[in-house]
């Protein structure tokens, strides 16, 4: 662990460890816990490396009743418990404690029900979000959010964060796709959410729950909405001279009426990087660019695309490219969805922001964004969600130097100031974790956070659940 | 601070007021509310204009909280699809601004309740219309709220950008919770522009089952239906699309050519059409009404079941949303209840005599584990039980 | 990522190269849900960024492989479906080879073990050993139910005797030129293989005939052998060294001789590691001449491209086309396969999931039986809800895998050499 605080794990559960972890292989097959110090460091962290900590242990259990089981067990012990989902979380979500037992819900992989009539799915925790749409989509549908590590992050992880991605500009992010929940609490009980109708009687809870980034229990089903797809759809590409005549472009299409289905940024080193892995034919002379997605039929899209066109052009475009077939869009869309990963072709390591703003201070923030990456002597990427002012500055650093970390640490911690300052918020979609705890103050007051805690204590009253994250320590 | 009391108040609807010692309190802002609520020593029934009083449990309070008296927009974006207003705003001001602007509520709250209603009433009731089904219901819209808890301590959640994470989503808890939790004060919401063109694909169908069976395939198709009812009265089926003319005119075609005899109406008709759905224009006057959501294919059944109770109505969402109106009697509520519970869905009890609303459930009750931590997050929000008592729930 | 090697640690070359892979991974996870040992396992341990991570903390704190690593790392497939997933280009192939030796080096085996992979490393190398050793096994085949136990050893037994084919086909005495028919359009070496020449000649007569027809001359040097990969995927170094060593001097003596156009490959297991042998032989004297051999190297589907014809008319089938991994992932070669079957008038059908492995892998299905089947079954699933006449693939070790499920499995050469002339394939008569 560096910088950030961690809880002290407490001493009598550490003194305990090994009757805990006998008390668990009494209540899970044998292949289910992992306790082997060598195996337990994989585990330590999630894909926001710069935070890290063994577990007490790991348990993968199969099915609902099993993690009844375990959280019985450990509630009775007072054992902290981490979900963990695929573990791609870039706030430390899934960030262990050392005295703390990993649920890890991978296993929990099956998809319990398909109803095109009634357009939903039943899902387990461990579906990859991906994986819905795969197993729609001969018949037409797809799972609608699609956060751009779709491939691997589960729809457990999913609900815990709240998760968005290049398309919820139209269809919305995670809260918005969901019908029904179960959730098992930490005193074991299952608590059923919604349904596969709309809208629940009472109190909102599939709402409070979603995002609560495993803090009020542990999801073992989603029911979520299912949508037909659209007849097709087609990417563009627009390159601009510098960021804020891109910023601009994205405000007046807005302004326009036109809500493409997705809307999304970046700024050239992002660019380099992400052609050098997707070959997708993004302009290498652009300083920013603007991928714009249209749906419909042909000539719909053309209809689109030629709306979006005259609009660019007011803005003087450096270039202008429309993808003319599908192998065109998916390379395009590869690019830009594994661009975080692509900035590792440029940087070992770097701290992806989260910030919102309102859009109509794209250019302005994204300036100062600029002067501090000179002053901080840190080069960014940027990449975002521009259609809903969503940013992911990507910090580039050098994790093997630990005074870079610290300043990149530092000028993260600046740029979401800024982003509250300007009107928007700490988090978009990637959520607080453990990574942005401290900042919550920012953009909350005592008595804001003091609401939220109380919410916490009721569904977990020992804060057993994920501790440590989301709420200033 | 303004307090009123008697027959003169014109924001009140004088049924509720009339009873009421304590009068009704109409707090000019934010902070004399908080007042308010701080000295507060008895229940208070919260609302806004009161339009939504004969909705759910009848309310049992000294005086009346109404949010009347803070009205205004503070905050319109048309360029970044956000609105702001004080929670006493009404919603024809806000529809008003809006339309100046060529924009519109996504959700497309019902009118049902009257022209009086105020946002912070359509939040805390999250009204939803037709378009629930395409683009969201209001809870999906809401991007913040301020609201005033029972401690009479002024909260702000969420905020004014499109996409937020930050904390738990107290946002979302507040809206639908029907001021029991909190008062709300302001509410910020997404709004989107008022498509080019509407139409609608009319397809006459021999019952509510075939009328799904036409709602089930215009909505998983390609089209982006946007709206999906069934009048029984009529027979008839109405799917909607919105969007840039021509899209419109391509996909009513599409639409129509999968359903022998369809026909298709203009933006003017679809627009008079859809505003009578969302109003429930069609619905019987009856001494109650329902509303019930399933899964759109038990709709048919929900109809085929309270028939024998006097119970009609029509359905909306594609078959998920079932209004039904028929007589206040337990009869007819139980059978509402039941065919709620054989579709394996819910029920809201919306409007009816006091007499029926203050013995029967007017929602489903939850599970016993839910309920008791309802009670608790209730009384985290509201630890003295000053807001709302017995608004939801009996218990 | 951060990685934690002292200036002494880097100083080995090997070491540096590790760390070099590791910096790259910025442990996003993309990699996980498309390797197949997570979809099977589910655990972080058995998907590539938990294998990085494992050999990280391995390699970093310089300790001996144990058994844990052991494990994880010996139930990697090498399938390298991670490597075509990761966005940042994390070189795992080279990562795990040199954990593999790291294992090979330190860990001391169960003897069982031992002697298996032993057993395995002089056998399978060999065409002459493994003809004895089937031969050998063919009436045992029926017997694998009299195998008792649980045990892994139990398995891995009966999961080689369900491989054993019914019939060991007479060997083609291999190891000479063979002339093109007609004008000499190209002059290329053929790795004749091991297991292959043993489990299907037909697959290299099939590629020699196809080629000789097409105009390309076609010789097998005597002294060229098996590629080394199977002894190198078990971590077994020095042998797999020797046996690099061994084809380069033999293919540089031909392409220093009457010359080369390229080093075809009809096994995209050995492929991938032919490939590679300008990085395996670096620090070697041959290392130009491994470089070289490597870029001249080709899948045989790259290089029909340019040259394949058909002359039958088209015969209405359906080939359901499995990607070999180390073909689609190890060699990124993707679409010719498709292409020339398209082109030679089948109709081509690829399975759901068609970047998981088929659970072959070398020696994968012999030492990991459970696994192995496990991937079988998924593979077999989806490619018969295609209904498919044919299964067609272009690596032996795939063929053999799917074999035996009712649909009738060929390697896309044989498919290929039917249409432009050659006989029908065996297994389709
Ligand atoms: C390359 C890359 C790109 C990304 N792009 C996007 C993007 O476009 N949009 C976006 O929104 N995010 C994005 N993310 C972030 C991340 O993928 C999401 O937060 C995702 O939802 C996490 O899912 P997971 O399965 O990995 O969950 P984890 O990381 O394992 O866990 C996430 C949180 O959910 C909790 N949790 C997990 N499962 C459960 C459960 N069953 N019950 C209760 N709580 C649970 C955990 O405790 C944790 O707090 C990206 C990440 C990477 C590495
Ligand atoms: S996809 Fe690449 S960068 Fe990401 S975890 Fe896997 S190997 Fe590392
Ligand atoms: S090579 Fe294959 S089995 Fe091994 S880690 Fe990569 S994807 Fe998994």
Same mark, same amino acid.
């Given at each position: 662990?560096?910088?950030?605080?961690?809880?002290?794990?407490?001493?009598?559960?550490?003194?305990?460890?090994?009757?805990?972890?006998?008390?668990?292989?009494?209540?899970?097959?044998?292949?289910?816990?992992?306790?082997?110090?060598?195996?337990?460091?994989?585990?330590?962290? #999630?894909?926001?490396?710069?935070?890290?900590?063994?577990?007490?242990?790991?348990?993968?259990?199969?099915?609902?009743?099993?993690?009844?089981?375990?959280?019985?067990?450990? %509630?009775?012990?007072?054992?902290?418990?981490?979900?963990?989902?695929?573990?791609?979380?870039?706030?430390?979500?899934?960030?262990?404690? %050392?005295?703390?037992?990993?649920?890890?819900?991978?296993?929990?992989?099956?998809?319990?029900?398909?109803? !095109?009539?009634?357009?939903?799915?039943?899902?387990?925790?461990?579906?990859?979000?991906?994986?819905?749409?795969?197993?729609?989509?001969?018949?037409?549908?797809?799972?609608?959010?699609?956060?751009?590590?779709?491939?691997?992050?589960?729809?457990?992880?999913?609900?815990?964060? &709240?998760?968005?991605?290049?398309?919820?500009?139209?269809?919305?992010?995670?809260?918005? &796709?969901?019908?029904?929940?179960?959730?098992?609490?930490? %005193?074991?009980?299952?608590?059923?959410?919604?349904?596969?109708?709309?809208?629940?009687?009472?109190?909102?809870?599939?709402?409070?729950?979603?995002?609560?980034?495993?803090?009020?229990?542990?999801?073992?089903?989603?029911?979520?909405?299912?949508?037909?797809?659209?007849?097709?759809?087609?990417?563009?590409?627009?390159?601009?001279?510098?960021?804020?005549?891109?910023?601009?472009?994205?405000?007046?299409?807005?302004?326009?009426?036109?809500?493409?289905?997705?809307?999304?940024?970046?700024?050239?080193?992002?660019?380099?990087?992400?052609?050098?892995?997707?070959?997708?034919?993004?302009?290498?002379?652009? +300083?920013?660019?603007?991928?714009?997605?249209?749906?419909?039929? +042909?000539?719909?899209?053309? #209809?689109?695309?030629?709306?979006?066109?005259?609009?660019?052009?007011?803005?003087?475009?450096?270039?202008?490219?429309?993808?003319?077939?599908?192998?065109?869009?998916?390379?395009?869309?590869?690019?830009?969805?594994?661009?975080?990963?692509?900035?590792?072709?440029?940087?070992? #390591? !770097?701290? *992806?922001?989260?910030?919102?703003?309102?859009?109509?201070?794209?250019?302005?923030?994204?300036?100062?964004?600029?002067?501090?990456?000179? %002053?901080?002597?840190?080069?960014?990427?940027?990449?975002?969600?521009?259609?809903?002012?969503?940013?992911?500055?990507?910090?580039?650093?050098?994790?093997?130097?630990?005074?870079?970390?610290?300043?990149?640490?530092?000028?993260?911690?600046?740029?979401?100031?800024? *982003?509250?300052?300007?009107?928007? *918020?700490?988090?978009?979609?990637?959520?607080?974790?453990?990574?942005?705890?401290?900042?919550?103050?920012?953009?909350?007051?005592?008595?804001?956070?003091? +609401?939220?805690?109380?919410?916490?204590?009721?569904?977990?009253?020992?804060?057993?659940?994920?501790?440590?994250?989301?709420?200033?320590? | 601070?303004?307090?009123?009391?008697?027959?003169?108040?014109?924001?009140?609807?004088?049924?509720?007021?009339?009873?009421?010692?304590?009068?009704?309190?109409?707090?000019?802002?934010?902070?004399?509310?908080?007042?308010?609520?701080?000295?507060? /020593?008895?229940?208070?029934?919260?609302?806004?204009?009161?339009?939504?009083?004969?909705?759910?449990?009848?309310?049992?309070?000294?005086?009346?909280?109404?949010?009347?008296?803070?009205?205004?927009?503070?905050?319109?974006?048309?360029?970044?699809?956000?609105?702001?207003?004080?929670?006493?705003?009404?919603?024809?001001?806000?529809?008003?601004?809006?339309?100046?602007?060529?924009?519109?509520?996504?959700?497309?709250?019902?009118?049902?309740?009257?022209?009086?209603?105020?946002?912070?009433?359509?939040?805390?009731?999250?009204?939803?219309?037709?378009?629930?089904?395409?683009?969201?219901?209001?809870?999906?819209?809401?991007?913040?709220?301020?609201?005033?808890?029972?401690?009479?301590?002024?909260?702000?959640?969420?905020?004014?950008?499109?996409?937020?994470?930050?904390?738990?989503?107290?946002?979302?808890?507040?809206?639908?919770?029907?001021?029991?939790?909190?008062?709300?004060?302001?509410?910020?919401?997404?709004?989107?522009?008022?498509?080019?063109?509407?139409?609608?694909?009319?397809?006459?169908?021999?019952?509510?089952?075939?009328?799904?069976?036409?709602?089930?395939?215009?909505?998983?198709?390609?089209?982006?239906?946007?709206?999906?009812?069934?009048?029984?009265?009529?027979?008839?089926?109405?799917?909607?699309?919105?969007?840039?003319?021509?899209?419109?005119?391509?996909?009513?075609?599409?639409?129509?050519?999968?359903?022998?005899?369809?026909?298709?109406?203009?933006?003017?008709?679809?627009?008079?059409?859809?505003?009578?759905?969302?109003?429930?224009?069609?619905?019987?006057?009856?001494?109650?009404?329902?509303?019930?959501?399933?899964?759109?294919?038990?709709?048919?059944?929900?109809?085929?079941?309270?028939?024998?109770?006097?119970?009609?109505?029509?359905?909306?969402?594609?078959?998920?949303?079932?209004?039904? /109106?028929?007589?206040?009697?337990?009869?007819?509520?139980?059978?509402?209840?039941?065919?709620?519970?054989?579709?394996?869905?819910?029920?809201?009890?919306?409007?009816?005599?006091?007499?029926?609303?203050?013995?029967?459930?007017?929602?489903?009750?939850?599970?016993?584990?839910?309920?008791?931590?309802?009670?608790?997050?209730?009384?985290?929000?509201?630890?003295?039980?000053?807001?709302?008592?017995?608004?939801?729930?009996?218990? | 990522?951060?990685?934690?090697?002292?200036?002494?640690?880097?100083?080995?070359?090997?070491?540096?190269?590790?760390?070099?892979?590791?910096?790259?991974?910025?442990?996003?996870?993309?990699?996980?849900?498309?390797?197949?040992?997570?979809?099977?396992?589910?655990?972080?341990?058995?998907?590539?960024? $938990?294998?990085?991570?494992?050999?990280?903390?391995?390699?970093?704190? @310089?300790?001996?492989?144990?058994?844990?690593?052991?494990?994880?790392?010996?139930?990697?497939?090498?399938?390298?479906?991670?490597?075509?997933?990761?966005?940042? $280009?994390?070189?795992?192939?080279?990562?795990?080879?040199?954990?593999?030796?790291?294992?090979?080096?330190?860990?001391?085996?169960?003897?069982?073990?031992?002697?298996?992979?032993? @057993?395995?490393?002089?056998?399978?190398?060999?065409?002459?050993?493994?003809?004895?050793?089937?031969?050998?096994?063919?009436?045992?085949?029926?017997? $694998?139910?009299?195998?008792?136990?649980? $045990?892994?050893?139990?398995?891995?037994?009966?999961?080689?005797?369900?491989?054993?084919?019914?019939?060991?086909?007479?060997?083609?005495?291999?190891?000479?030129?063979?002339?093109?028919?007609?004008?000499?359009?190209?002059?290329?070496?053929?790795?004749?293989?091991?297991?292959?020449?043993?489990?299907?000649?037909?697959?290299?007569?099939?590629?020699?005939?196809?080629?000789?027809?097409?105009?390309?001359?076609?010789?097998?040097?005597?002294?060229?052998?098996?590629?080394?990969?199977?002894?190198?995927?078990?971590?077994?170094?020095?042998?797999?060294?020797?046996?690099?060593?061994?084809?380069?001097?033999?293919?540089?003596?031909?392409?220093?001789?009457?010359?080369?156009?390229?080093?075809?490959?009809?096994?995209?297991?050995?492929?991938?590691?032919?490939?590679?042998?300008?990085?395996?032989?670096?620090?070697?004297?041959?290392?130009?001449?491994?470089?070289?051999?490597?870029?001249?190297?080709?899948?045989?589907?790259?290089?029909?491209?340019?040259?394949?014809?058909?002359?039958?008319?088209?015969?209405?089938?359906?080939?359901?086309?499995?990607?070999?991994?180390?073909?689609?992932?190890?060699?990124?070669?993707?679409?010719?396969?498709?292409?020339?079957?398209?082109?030679?008038?089948?109709?081509?059908?690829?399975?759901?999931?068609?970047?998981?492995?088929?659970?072959?892998?070398?020696?994968?299905?012999?030492?990991?039986?459970?696994?192995?089947?496990?991937?079988?079954?998924?593979?077999?699933?989806?490619?018969?809800?295609? @209904?498919?006449?044919?299964?067609?693939?272009?690596?032996? @070790?795939?063929?053999?895998?799917?074999?035996?499920?009712?649909?009738?499995?060929?390697?896309?050469?044989?498919?290929?050499?039917?249409?432009?002339?050659?006989?029908?394939?065996?297994?389709?008569?």
């Amino acid at each position: 662990m560096r910088a950030m605080k961690q809880l002290d794990p407490k001493p009598e559960v550490m003194a305990r460890r090994s009757e805990i972890i006998a008390g668990l292989r009494r209540i899970l097959p044998e292949r289910a816990v992992i306790a082997q110090a060598v195996e337990l460091k994989p585990y330590e962290t #999630d894909a926001l490396t710069a935070y890290r900590q063994v577990p007490l242990a790991v348990v993968l259990p199969e099915d609902e009743a099993q993690v009844v089981d375990v959280l019985k067990f450990c %509630a009775a012990g007072g054992v902290r418990v981490i979900p963990r989902g695929a573990g791609t979380s870039l706030c430390g979500g899934a960030l262990p404690l %050392a005295d703390s037992v990993v649920v890890g819900l991978m296993r929990m992989n099956r998809i319990l029900e398909i109803n !095109y009539a009634d357009r939903y799915a039943v899902v387990q925790p461990g579906v990859t979000n991906i994986g819905i749409t795969q197993a729609v989509a001969d018949a037409g549908y797809f799972y609608a959010p699609d956060p751009s590590s779709q491939l691997a992050c589960m729809i457990g992880g999913n609900v815990g964060m &709240n998760s968005g991605g290049a398309h919820c500009l139209k269809y919305g992010v995670t809260a918005n &796709n969901l019908l029904g929940l179960r959730l098992v609490t930490v %005193a074991g009980e299952v608590l059923e959410i919604g349904g596969a109708h709309c809208d629940a009687a009472g109190y909102d809870w599939l709402g409070l729950i979603t995002g609560s980034e495993g803090q009020l229990g542990i999801l073992t089903e989603v029911t979520v909405r299912i949508l037909h797809a659209p007849e097709g759809a087609r990417a563009m590409l627009a390159g601009f001279a510098s960021n804020e005549v891109a910023g601009e472009c994205v405000a007046a299409i807005i302004a326009s009426g036109i809500i493409p289905v997705a809307l999304e940024f970046m700024d050239k080193p992002a660019i380099h990087a992400c052609e050098a892995f997707a070959h997708a034919g993004y302009p290498l002379d652009a +300083q920013a660019l603007l991928i714009i997605e249209v749906e419909g039929s +042909q000539d719909e899209q053309a #209809d689109m695309l030629g709306r979006l066109r005259e609009i660019c052009e007011r803005f003087a475009p450096v270039s202008m490219r429309v993808a003319q077939t599908e192998a065109e869009s998916a390379a395009i869309w590869k690019g830009r969805k594994g661009a975080f990963g692509a900035v590792g072709r440029i940087s070992p #390591d !770097y701290l *992806c922001m989260d910030g919102v703003i309102p859009t109509s201070r794209l250019g302005e923030v994204l300036r100062r964004i600029e002067e501090m990456s000179a %002053a901080y002597d840190l080069r960014v990427a940027n990449i975002f969600h521009a259609g809903d002012g969503n940013l992911h500055p990507l910090i580039m650093y050098d994790a093997n130097d630990p005074a870079s970390f610290a300043k990149a640490e530092r000028f993260g911690a600046e740029i979401l100031t800024l *982003c509250v300052e300007a009107g928007g *918020c700490l988090t978009g979609e990637h959520g607080v974790g453990v990574e942005k705890r401290e900042l919550m103050r920012v953009q909350f007051s005592e008595s804001e956070l003091t +609401q939220m805690r109380a919410m916490k204590d009721v569904f977990d009253p020992q804060w057993l659940l994920n501790p440590a994250k989301v709420f200033p320590l | 601070m303004v307090v009123e009391s008697g027959e003169g108040v014109s924001v009140v609807s004088a049924r509720v007021d009339a009873a009421l010692p304590g009068g009704v309190i109409v707090p000019r802002d934010e902070a004399e509310l908080a007042g308010v609520v701080r000295d507060a /020593s008895a229940p208070m029934l919260v609302q806004g204009n009161g339009t939504k009083a004969g909705m759910l449990r009848p309310g049992r309070a000294a005086a009346v909280l109404s949010t009347a008296g803070m009205s205004g927009i503070t905050l319109y974006s048309p360029s970044e699809l956000v609105m702001r207003a004080r929670a006493g705003t009404a919603l024809a001001e806000i529809e008003a601004a809006l339309a100046a602007h060529g924009q519109q509520m996504i959700a497309e709250p019902s009118h049902l309740f009257g022209e009086a209603q105020t946002i912070g009433g359509v939040v805390a009731a999250n009204v939803s219309g037709p378009r629930r089904i395409s683009g969201g219901a209001m809870r999906d819209h809401v991007l913040g709220l301020r609201a005033v808890n029972g401690s009479g301590e002024i909260l702000n959640f969420g905020g004014r950008v499109l996409k937020n994470v930050t904390g738990l989503d107290l946002t979302k808890l507040l809206t639908g919770s029907f001021g029991t939790l909190a008062v709300i004060t302001e509410v910020t919401f997404k709004v989107l522009p008022v498509a080019g063109a509407v139409g609608t694909i009319v397809v006459r169908v021999a019952d509510a089952q075939a009328a799904v069976a036409v709602m089930s395939a215009g909505l998983g198709s390609p089209f982006s239906v946007s709206g999906a009812a069934y009048l029984p009265g009529s027979r008839e089926v109405y799917l909607r699309v919105e969007d840039f003319a021509e899209s419109v005119a391509y996909r009513c075609g599409r639409l129509a050519g999968q359903f022998a005899g369809a026909e298709i109406l203009g933006s003017g008709e679809s627009k008079a059409l859809w505003l009578s759905i969302r109003d429930c224009e069609a619905l019987p006057p009856g001494e109650a009404m329902w509303r019930v959501s399933v899964r759109p294919s038990a709709g048919p059944g929900v109809l085929r079941d309270v028939a024998f109770a006097g119970v009609t109505g029509f359905l909306d969402w594609g078959g998920g949303l079932v209004w039904l /109106s028929g007589p206040a009697t337990h009869e007819a509520h139980e059978a509402v209840c039941a065919a709620a519970r054989t579709g394996g869905g819910v029920w809201w009890l919306m409007r009816g005599p006091e007499a029926l609303r203050a013995v029967v459930e007017v929602m489903p009750p939850e599970a016993p584990a839910l309920a008791a931590l309802r009670r608790q997050v209730v009384a985290k929000f509201d630890p003295r039980g000053i807001f709302n008592p017995l608004k939801m729930w009996a218990a | 990522m951060q990685t934690n090697f002292t200036p002494a640690q880097l100083a080995d070359p090997e070491i540096a190269v590790a760390n070099e892979i590791l910096r790259r991974c910025v442990h996003c996870g993309m990699c996980t849900a498309t390797c197949p040992t997570f979809v099977t396992l589910g655990d972080e341990l058995d998907s590539p960024r $938990g294998r990085i991570y494992l050999i990280k903390d391995m390699l970093e704190s @310089g300790r001996d492989a144990g058994a844990e690593e052991a494990l994880h790392i010996d139930r990697c497939l090498s399938c390298l479906s991670c490597v075509t997933t990761c966005p940042s $280009g994390v070189d795992y192939m080279h990562l795990v080879d040199h954990a593999r030796v790291h294992v090979e080096k330190t860990f001391n085996r169960p003897l069982a073990d031992r002697l298996m992979r032993a @057993g395995l490393a002089w056998v399978l190398p060999h065409p002459a050993r493994l003809r004895a050793a089937l031969l050998l096994a063919r009436p045992a085949r029926g017997l $694998g139910f009299l195998l008792p136990g649980h $045990g892994m050893l139990a398995k891995r037994l009966r999961a080689m005797l369900r491989l054993a084919p019914g019939a060991v086909p007479r060997a083609a005495p291999l190891g000479r030129v063979y002339q093109a028919v007609g004008a000499r359009r190209a002059r290329v070496a053929l790795l004749a293989g091991c297991a292959q020449q043993v489990l299907a000649p037909s697959i290299n007569a099939a590629s020699i005939a196809l080629l000789n027809r097409l105009g390309v001359e076609v010789v097998i040097p005597p002294e060229a052998g098996c590629c080394g990969a199977l002894v190198h995927h078990m971590g077994r170094h020095e042998a797999a060294l020797a046996a690099a060593r061994a084809n380069v001097a033999a293919w540089m003596a031909q392409v220093e001789g009457e010359g080369l156009d390229a080093v075809l490959v009809n096994t995209s297991g050995c492929g991938t590691v032919v490939k590679d042998y300008g990085f395996l032989l670096r620090h070697e004297d041959c290392a130009a001449g491994a470089a070289k051999i490597s870029s001249l190297t080709q899948d045989i589907s790259e290089f029909l491209m340019k040259f394949y014809e058909p002359v039958r008319a088209a015969p209405g089938l359906s080939v359901a086309y499995h990607a070999a991994c180390s073909l689609q992932h190890g060699q990124q070669v993707t679409a010719q396969p498709k292409t020339l079957l398209r082109k030679a008038g089948f109709k081509v059908v690829e399975p759901k999931d068609a970047h998981l492995c088929c659970g072959s892998a070398g020696t994968y299905n012999l030492m990991q039986p459970e696994i192995a089947s496990a991937l079988r079954r998924r593979k077999l699933d989806t490619l018969r809800a295609l @209904g498919p006449d044919v299964i067609a693939a272009g690596n032996i @070790g795939c063929l053999t895998q799917l074999a035996g499920d009712g649909v009738p499995t060929v390697h896309v050469v044989e498919l290929l050499d039917w249409m432009a002339g050659g006989e029908k394939p065996q297994a389709l008569r």
